[in-house]
């Protein structure tokens, strides 16, 4: 049984940082990565950022680019976040997920399993 679980969401000022962490549990088949999500009210899930299971490979959608940083520490089972330079625009909740594949990184239908989500608000 794979487990996920998001932290380190809060609330901060436009131009502040975080970093959300995502501890997992169990083992996946395959050879894949695991990615961040996010959805604000209203609107549909989005791809913020994919990191493979080796680590060599980073990918982020273009909002977040040079502002965002995927990482992960393969010791602890834990993939992190950190956001930096926030907007108001990045106010969401955040969702980690799991994939056994590489594929198709940025879509939601790739991932089978997924955290429940930490909040994360900007205020401006």
């Known amino acids: 049984q794979v487990q996920l679980v998001e932290s380190g969401g809060g609330l901060v000022q436009a131009g502040g940082s975080l970093r959300l962490s995502c501890a997992m549990s169990g083992q996946i088949v395959g050879t894949g990565g695991m990615g961040w999500f996010r959805q604000a009210p209203g609107k549909e899930r989005e791809f913020v950022a994919f990191?493979?299971?080796?680590?060599?490979?980073?990918y982020y959608t273009d909002s977040v680019k040079d502002r965002f940083a995927i990482s992960r520490d393969n010791a602890r089972n834990t993939v992190y976040l950190q956001m930096n330079s926030l907007k108001s625009g990045d106010t969401a909740v955040y969702y980690c997920?799991?994939?056994?594949?590489?594929?198709?990184?940025?879509?939601?239908?790739?991932?089978?399993?997924w955290g429940q989500g930490t909040q994360v608000t900007v205020s401006s």
């Open positions: 990191i493979s299971w080796s680590g060599d490979s980073t």
């Open positions: 997920a799991a994939s056994g594949s590489s594929r198709n990184y940025d879509q939601a239908r790739t991932y089978a399993y």
